[in-house]
């Protein structure tokens, strides 16, 4: 009687556990093989993975194979049927991801349970895995994953006690394990540990007596002990030297002010897991705007500090009409001073170009319906720290991105599995709101009263990379805004269903969806959250998902990265290089060049087709930065991070263009930086070749203030002084 072949089921995989056995990936890892040495035989693929597994079953009557003992086989059939190219890119592939679980066991000290890269591991290992005192790891990164995913899973027992919170836990571990969703880096750090603070953005007011500056410091320094960024407006206090009646004293002003939250951040820090961060914001008709727009010239100053100026439609109309406009004392609303306002934008520009502070918001824009809902409650003044999430004060929000590259399928966007993971996330994020354990009882109540939440994407450049459609062209820019209208449409339906079941976010009476309120917009939506969408720049979230970060164009394609007190990871984008390898054209000579020069426009012996597609941050001229951005800016409920990079060797006035081309194009604020203006900066390729050119006759002989400089002629903004050449 002849025995029956034994059919293998089950296999055994590098950490000891068992696992089922999928032929699948084998198929997959022969066909990707096969492709990179030009092979496109997808059924070929499938008929050697046959007979590798009746390899297996023959060899493996008694025993269970291990991963490698299956890989082993591969590779013995590849050389066998004579596929020789097909398995050394097979072999290359293996001795490669044997160096990767090298370098991630040596990171954390054990082998990682996900296949996530060396840098995301130092990431994990830096700031987010739990240790003991001894500060010994004592999770892994699923643990991690799965100790989130359990606490925020918990919120939906407060809508239904039978809820399967196991089933919901699974699917938001799922999805954070695999990469397709982060949530902000307090709810990873915190969530299912003691201190339960989930939220990143958080704005605070900042009221005009000792008594209210003081409490805001303190408010200050209990969230950023907690994990989380403060935002404020410093707007309602009086101007340096206005009368103090009740002491008979004079003001010291809102930027005097602001160096005591600044040294109090710098205290904080200290003792936390990451850095404090402030956004510092100033009305441009507040009387000391002047030193405002300047503060930050000595960059070792007000260094825990953004600061954005807060821009008018009535002054952007002065700008345009070049006009005059009036400063407004906020303590008795009193017109003290006029200035011309085309003076003060280019006071504006100037800084910025100079180290990229002041960036701009656009006020009255922050206050139009979709991104104050709630205008009953009050106005907002100021957003969180990167400017994305304006916000009313005692407000905060949690935010998430969904990872656009684990959205393909085949080169394309795969709608149906996009729209999965945004119902799952404003899930996610909605019972973050319910699990949070706020600093302030203002903050909760304010929070819990509109429930926004700010779901995002990232990944976008290399989207695009994997889809072979440069940054700078219309099809981006069309994609980027056909995507955005899709996730903030579903955003918006999972958010509807979510109030069918827990009821709409409490202040929705009143709101511009309540078709009996004063404030209605026309139209009436019954949603859980007050807003549902925000583009923040991911930072580190985005490292762990091995993704660019947000919508931002790469910095470069191979580059340092300077993080977590002074150490450098290296990073070269896994697409690009692949592509070069593809083409033949890959060599450690021409990586070391990339990573001297960053760009790759000026490489000739890279193919042209390539050099089109992969463009860096600085290849795209601030037009394609800001169209972008308008782009994102138009299906975002709240609003988009968005640097727009400039070369060190910019002008002046390609800075005022751009500030000016966002306005037109109805961003809400914006940001830029020019390369190496500033020391220190968390991006790096070659340093050795940027040149810092610092504006002549920046300040007024006469009287000291900054000169403003326009059509040749240098202005002082204070006094008469005015030279031409």
């Known amino acids: 009687m002849v025995e029956a072949a034994r059919r293998i089921t089950k296999v055994q995989k590098r950490d000891g556990r068992i696992a089922d056995f ?59 049927l004579d596929h020789a190219k097909t398995a050394k890119a097979y072999i290359l592939y293996r001795q490669k991801h044997a160096e990767i679980r090298q370098q991630r066991a040596a990171v954390l000290g054990f082998e990682s349970d996900l296949k996530l890269s060396p840098n995301s591991l130092k990431v994990l290992k830096e700031r987010y895995l739990r240790k003991d005192r001894d500060g010994n790891i004592i999770e892994s990164p699923l643990e991690m994953f799965m100790r989130v995913a359990a606490n925020i899973a918990q919120a939906d027992l407060n809508y239904d006690s039978e809820a399967d919170t196991k089933k919901i836990a699974h699917d938001f571990t799922e999805m954070m394990a695999s990469q397709e969703f982060m949530p902000n880096t307090p709810t990873l750090m915190n969530a299912g540990n003691e201190l339960q603070q989930l939220s990143a953005c958080f704005v605070l007011p900042v009221q005009d007596s000792i008594e209210g500056i003081f409490e805001s410091v303190k408010n200050q320094a209990l969230i950023h002990k907690s994990g989380g960024g403060t935002g404020f407006s410093f707007s309602k206090l009086r101007p340096k030297n206005d009368m103090v009646i009740s002491t008979k004293g004079v003001s010291s002003g809102p930027v005097s002010f602001m160096r005591v939250f600044d040294i109090a951040t710098e205290v904080v820090k200290q003792g936390g897991k990451r850095r404090g961060a402030n956004m510092g914001i100033l009305r441009v008709d507040h009387p000391d705007v002047l030193d405002f727009i300047s503060m930050k010239r000595d960059m070792n100053t007000m260094q825990n500090f953004n600061i954005s100026v807060g821009l008018t439609e009535k002054f952007m109309k002065a700008v345009e009409n070049d006009e005059m406009y009036d400063l407004i004392n906020p303590h008795n609303n009193q017109a003290v001073h006029r200035l011309r306002a085309r003076d003060v934008f280019n006071m504006i520009v100037s800084e910025a170009w100079r180290n990229g502070d002041p960036g701009i918001v656009f006020l009255d824009r922050m206050n139009i319906p979709r991104t104050n809902p709630t205008p009953e409650i009050g106005d907002i003044e100021s957003t969180n720290p990167c400017g994305e999430q304006p916000l009313l004060p005692y407000e905060s929000c949690n935010l998430g991105s969904v990872n656009l590259v684990k959205m ?47 779901l995002g994407i990232m990944g976008w450049a290399d989207l695009l990379y994997k889809m072979k459609i440069p940054y700078n062209s219309e099809e981006a820019v069309k994609l980027g805004e056909k995507l955005m209208k899709f996730v903030s449409e579903e955003a918006d339906k999972a958010s509807i269903e979510l109030a069918q079941v827990r009821g709409v976010f409490p202040n929705w009476k009143g709101s511009v969806y309540d078709p009996e309120s004063k404030h209605f917009a026309g139209e009436s ?149 020019r390369d190496g203006s500033r020391e220190g900066q968390i991006l790096n390729i070659d340093t050795s070749k940027v040149k810092r050119e610092e504006p002549k006759e920046e300040l007024c002989p006469e009287c000291g203030a900054a000169l403003v400089f326009r059509e040749g002629c240098a202005t002082c903004i204070k006094c008469d002084y005015s030279v031409c050449k």
């Open 22 to 80: 999928d032929q699948e990936k084998i198929t997959t890892a022969i066909f990707n093989a096969a492709k990179s040495v030009g092979g496109e035989d997808y059924e070929l693929a499938k008929s050697i993975s046959d007979e590798v597994v009746a390899t297996l079953n023959r060899e493996f009557r008694t025993k269970l194979p291990n991963v490698e003992q299956v890989q082993d086989t591969a590779e013995k059939v590849l050389i066998k």
């Open 408 to 454: 393909m399928n085949d080169g394309e966007v795969d709608w149906e599995h996009l729209r999965k993971i945004v119902h799952r996330a404003v899930h996610f994020l909605d019972n973050v709101i319910d699990m949070n354990k706020y600093p302030l009882p203002q903050i909760e109540n304010m929070t819990k009263s509109n429930r926004k939440i700010g």
């Open 525 to 673: 939506f019954r949603l859980r959250n007050a807003t549902r969408t925000t583009i923040a720049p991911t930072g580190t979230i985005s490292m762990i998902s091995d993704c660019s970060s947000g919508i931002e164009p790469l910095f470069a394609l191979a580059f340092y990265k300077h993080v977590m007190d002074g150490k450098d990871l290296v990073y070269i984008n896994e697409i690009f290089e692949k592509e070069l390898k593809q083409n033949d054209v890959y060599s450690d000579a021409l990586m070391q060049k990339i990573m001297n020069q960053g760009t790759i426009q000026h490489i000739e012996e890279i193919p042209e087709e390539i050099r089109k597609v992969f463009v860096v941050s600085h290849d795209i001229t601030p037009y394609w930065h800001l169209r972008m951005q308008a782009a994102f800016q138009k299906y975002t409920d709240n609003a988009v991070s968005k640097t727009v990079n400039f070369p060190n060797s910019a002008t002046i006035s390609e800075v005022e263009e751009a500030y000016m081309l966002a306005y037109k194009l109805g961003c809400k604020g914006v940001t830029i930086y």
